[in-house]
Every structure is written in structure tokens, then in C-alpha cells.
């Protein structure tokens, strides 16, 4: 049984609705309200982050917003994933998926040979599933003292033109 969302380019207008998404998505992780109020800022969706990043948002056929992804690209081939939330009621619907395939996608088509990521430490097996593989840990831009894993897929470019994901062995 098919869920029925699409997949668009967000707009300024789509601001205070994202981080919305953002705050309801993180609290869903079990965090409380002291918690919430300390990564406030920096779950708030900054316009910069539309004009400038790819920032895709997953929207109902009725319009509501059930998740985001935001993908950040350097010169050096560098790719960051910035921003990745679904609505908790939409969670195990695909959406993850879809729109991670979504900034797949739009990674090859940047040419970039390596996507990194700061987990939320409740989101490490999804990200893993994804293909991505924990190489550290780094230190939390809102709360002092807390750490994230810190994870990175390196995008294969084949010479036929063609892209593919894969993790690091580290063998």
C-alpha cells in the first residue's frame, strides 16, 4: 500500500513550517523540553539554507509536510548532509528513504565523492542502513559536553557516467 507525498525544492515560504518538523521530529528521539530549548537555534531553518543548499521537503497531496533533507556541497567534492527529519507519524512510511535516495541523486549529479553527516545518536542506524559508516565522533554544536557520531559515505564515479554509494571498509 502506497503512501502518497512528493518530493519539491523548499521555499523561503516554507520556513517556519520546516523547523516546525524539525523540533517535532527531534523530541520524538525521547529529548525533554530543557533539551529542545538548548538546540533550538540550531534546528531553526535559516534561509540561507534554502537559497544556497539543496533543500528538498516531502509534502501529502493535501500539502502537509512529512519530512526534509538538506545536502551541502563544497568545491573540493565534499558533501554534507545538514538537515534530514520526518514527521513522527510518517515514520516507516518510506519517506526517509525516498528522500535520501532523493539527495543520492542529486549528490551524483554534483560530482561529489563523499557525503558526511553529524548523527543525532537515534538516527545512527538509519544512517547506517543508508550506507554510511561511523568514523568518529564529533562535539555537538548545541549542548556542551555531548558528542555525535560522526559518519561518512564515498560516492564510487565509474567512467561511464553512472554513480553508486558505498561505505568504507576501512580494510
Not at 539554507?49 to 493535501?62: C, G, M, P
Not at 559508516?133 to 555537538?140: D, E, H, K, L, N
Amino acid at each position: 500500500m502506497g503512501v502518497d507525498f512528493s518530493i519539491r525544492k523548499a521555499n523561503l515560504s516554507d520556513s517556519q513550517a520546516l523547523t516546525d518538523l524539525c523540533m517535532k521530529s527531534k523530541q520524538s528521539n525521547g529529548y525533554d523540553d530543557d533539551f529542545m530549548r538548548q538546540c533550538a537555534d540550531e534546528l531553526r531553518i535559516q534561509p540561507a539554507w534554502i537559497e544556497k543548499d539543496d533543500f528538498w521537503l516531502a509534502e501529502t497531496a493535501q500539502g502537509s509536510l512529512v519530512g526534509c533533507i538538506r545536502l551541502s556541497a563544497s568545491e573540493d567534492g565534499n558533501g554534507e548532509l545538514e538537515t534530514c527529519f520526518v514527521d513522527p507519524d510518517w515514520h516507516g512510511k518510506g519517506i526517509g528513504r525516498t528522500l535520501f535516495d532523493h539527495l543520492l541523486a542529486r549528490a551524483t549529479a554534483l560530482e561529489l565523492v563523499l557525503v558526511g553527516v553529524d548523527s543525532d545518536p537515534a538516527a545512527e542506524t538509519f544512517y547506517a542502513r543508508m550506507g554510511f559508516r561511523t568514523i568518529g565522533r564529533v562535539a555537538s554544536g548545541s549542548i556542551a559536553g555531548r558528542t555525535l557520531p560522526r559518519m561518512e559515505m564515498v560516492l564510487e564515479n565509474k567512467a561511464s557516467g553512472a554513480s553508486k554509494m558505498t561505505a568504507e571498509t576501512g580494510v
